[in-house]
């Protein structure tokens, strides 16, 4: 795992202001400002940007503006700990059936609540026909691990990640959701390859288990394959790439350890149990996750950004040919918490703050 690490800036960047990092300078610009906890966002063929924000409003940017009014129709959520309204994604057929998918922590009646996903049309300032998705076999009375990031793959499949919660042993349970990435059609029905269809006791939902709260995940450009950041504990953060069936080995191996400093495991590898690309010790928090296939910044393309909650940066990290990683930067230090990082259509990179206030950021090149 040794790597140049390299430190883009030690002063905290200010919008606007030139940084220098290892193969570009750039800046950044606050596109929007005034987001409350914003958590994820999609791009829509128009250039229109959706933003979700964690109390449960789902907000749209038109032409560089923020409209004040949310968008009507989101669902009830439970905005408690991390709860709250989530992610969201646009169908890869937008542009004809107008489909927008949103996942929040859905409440029940005793105080529990669990992570769900929807589905409307986006017609003007509101979703119409919205119906359910998945509705996650993780019901808790917690407030933590909701997951919940989502990616469509070039077969059109869907992918949603579901954290486990705050039990830790639930993520090798496959009769629970706890702890998993799902794949599903448009639609939630359950692919008849899925890995796990025909098991006993296992969910048929389920593509991976033993992940422990998986907040990012994307395609990768090239290769299709469904990278994931995996949020550690103290330290234990993780780039994985996904693949069916396999398990990711949380609580039984991790690089991490407890919020208290007492150990979890002292193994970090077991036969049957895949080993991340990358993981940070001590942890930066990881969140969203994005491939750059842009050409604003020609000399960044495959590289792989990572917003850093705790860390307050974006993390640059660049692999080999053979995975193996070579090269890692911090950016935009002190920018405050990353919460989500996306390869826009337009060739910049935009972020997330996860703030009370917060902006949505766009990084361009500088010169």
């Known amino acids: 795992m040794a790597a140049l690490l390299l430190t883009a800036c030690a002063a905290e960047a200010l919008p606007g202001q030139t940084q220098t990092s290892q193969h570009h300078d750039y800046r950044y610009v606050n596109v929007v400002e005034g987001l409350e906890h914003p958590w994820g966002m999609a791009f829509l063929p128009d250039g229109d940007i959706l933003i979700t924000e964690r109390p449960g409003r789902l907000r749209i940017v038109r032409d560089g503006t923020l409209d004040r009014r949310p968008i009507a129709g989101v669902p009830p959520v439970h905005a408690r700990g991390q709860g709250g309204l989530l992610d969201v994604a646009v169908h890869p057929d937008f542009a004809s059936n107008r489909f927008v998918y949103l996942s929040y922590s859905r409440p029940g009646e005793d105080g529990t609540a669990t992570t769900a996903v929807v589905r409307g049309r986006l017609e003007g300032n509101a979703l119409t026909d919205v119906e359910d998705i998945i509705e996650a076999r993780a019901w808790r009375d917690a407030g933590q691990h909701f997951g919940s990031r989502f990616a469509f793959d070039r077969d059109g ?193 935009y972020l997330l703050i996860d703030a009370a206030d917060a902006p949505l950021i766009r990084l361009e090149p500088a010169g």
Request: aromatic content about 10%; hydrophobic content about 30%.
């Open 157 to 349: 499949y869907l992918y949603i990640s579901i954290g486990e919660r705050g039990e830790m042993q639930a993520a090798q349970d496959l009769s629970n959701h706890q702890g998993t990435v799902l794949r599903l059609h448009d639609d939630g029905r359950v692919p008849a390859d899925n890995p796990f269809i025909g098991r006993a006791g296992a969910l048929p939902e389920i593509f991976t288990y033993g992940n422990r709260s998986p907040q990012g995940l994307t395609v990768h450009p090239e290769t299709g394959e469904l990278w994931e950041t995996e949020h550690g504990p103290r330290g234990g953060d993780e780039i994985n790439v996904l693949r069916a069936g396999a398990n990711y080995g949380w609580p039984l191996i991790t690089y991490g350890i407890n919020y208290d400093g007492s150990p979890i495991t002292d193994i970090q590898s077991k036969e049957g149990m895949e080993q991340p690309l990358n993981y940070w010790v001590p942890s930066i928090a990881t969140s969203g996750i994005a491939i750059y296939s842009g050409d604003r910044f020609p000399n960044w393309q495959g590289d792989v950004f990572v917003g850093g909650l705790a860390g307050q940066h974006l993390a640059r990290v660049r692999f080999d040919e053979n995975r193996r990683k070579v090269e890692e930067e911090k950016l935009l230090e002190g920018i405050g918490r990353v919460r989500d990082v996306r390869s826009g259509p337009d060739g910049y990179i």
